[in-house]
Nanobody, 128 residues
Framework: QVHLVESGGGLVQPGGSLRLSCRTSGDNLDVYVIGWFRQAPGKDREGLSYISNSVRETYYSDSVKGRFTVSRDNNENTVYLQMNNLEPEDTATYYC?????????????????????WGRGTQVTVSS
């Protein structure tokens, strides 16, 4: 079992950057795939990115590709989401999530249903 806590959210102007952190505790982070999701008011939860465990494979949704970068530091038990060139449409609550296993396809890796463990989220607001 793994426990996840997000941090790093806040208010940023359009074009700005934020780095979100997902600190984990419990099981060895090495065996988990970590995904990032977001949910805006009135909208479905959206899968943004994931990073796999041993091979460090990453994948991004079209909405954030080229702007967001996911990385992991297993020694620090932390996964990061670097977000650049933020837009008002990026305003949402951001969540990290984990499942133990392998990603069978990129599309599956962005589905919230495959993830077993979730953090409580951190708010990101992009506004001038």
């Amino acid at each position: 079992q793994v426990h996840l806590v997000e941090s790093g959210g806040g208010l940023v102007q359009p074009g700005g950057s934020l780095r979100l952190s997902c600190r984990t505790s419990g099981d060895n982070l090495d065996v988990y795939v970590i995904g990032w999701f977001r949910q805006a008011p009135g909208k479905d939860r959206e899968g943004l990115s994931y990073i796999s465990n041993s091979v460090r494979e990453t994948y991004y949704s079209d909405s954030v590709k080229g702007r967001f970068t996911v990385s992991r530091d297993n020694n620090e038990n932390t996964v990061y989401l670097q977000m650049n060139n933020l837009e008002p449409e990026d305003t949402a609550t951001y969540y990290c999530a984990a499942f133990r296993g392998v990603v069978v396809s990129p599309q599956v890796g962005l589905q919230s249903t495959v993830y077993d463990y979730w953090g409580r989220g951190t708010q990101v607001t992009v506004s001038s």
